[in-house]
């Protein structure tokens, strides 16, 4: 499975062929209303489900990752917000890799002339999540953000979850606006979270 974050005149996501728009028009979301309940929701792909299978995590544990990205405030964001010792976001254990275990994820950079602005790519063995530095390091998508908006969705796909209908506050939407990108898991990813993980 791939989840690749792009932009053309936004954010583009795909999921195993799937497209759509990630950050849309600026504000288009300010005035729509949103579901408020804490329940889990449902992926807006057809026929994608969220399951532990499609993560990255070991063993239903833990998500151990490593560093090759210059993105580290992006990173770091993303870790912090998706973990808490504890609360709703403490069922899996994201940390750096160690000496005595194999990570689960790598955080890479590459330069790719085309609209990405990043992807999780799960593979056999380490998956990785990439950072298009030929977007990010240029405006609109050069902010900080912007790249911890990309990180957060990027690592909620590592931890199994889908793209979510726009009816719902998700940092998983296939669509959110540019000018304020949601950059922290929302009560309804802690819920699927929970659901997956619990």
């Not at 530095?133 to 998508?141: G, I, Q, S």
């Not at 796909?157 to 009816?167: I, P, R, T």
Request: with cysteine.
């Amino acid at each position: 499975m791939r989840s690749t974050v792009t932009a053309g005149h936004a954010y583009v996501l795909a999921v195993a062929g799937c497209a759509g728009v990630l950050a849309g028009a600026a504000g288009a979301h300010a005035h729509q209303a949103f579901s408020h309940a804490a329940k889990p929701a449902s992926c807006s792909d057809s026929g994608v489900m969220e399951r532990a299978s499609a993560s990255s995590v070991d063993s239903g544990e833990e998500l151990l990752w490593e560093d090759d990205s210059k993105y580290n405030d992006a990173l770091g964001w993303a870790t912090g917000t998706w973990y808490q010792r504890s609360g709703a976001l403490s069922l899996i254990r994201i940390a750096p890799d160690h000496v005595t275990a194999v990570n689960d994820v790598e955080w890479r950079d590459w330069s790719k002339n085309n609209s990405t602005l990043g992807t999780w790519q799960q593979k056999n063995g380490i998956d990785h999540i990439y950072f298009n530095k030929t977007r990010l390091d240029k405006a609109p998508f050069n902010t900080r953000d912007a790249r911890r908006a990309v990180a957060v969705h990027e690592l909620g796909h590592a931890l199994g979850l889908c793209h979510k209908k726009e009816n719902v506050l998700s940092v998983m939407w296939t669509n959110q606006p540019r000018r304020t990108p949601l950059q922290a898991p929302t009560d309804v990813d802690k819920a699927n979270y929970e659901r997956l993980w619990g």
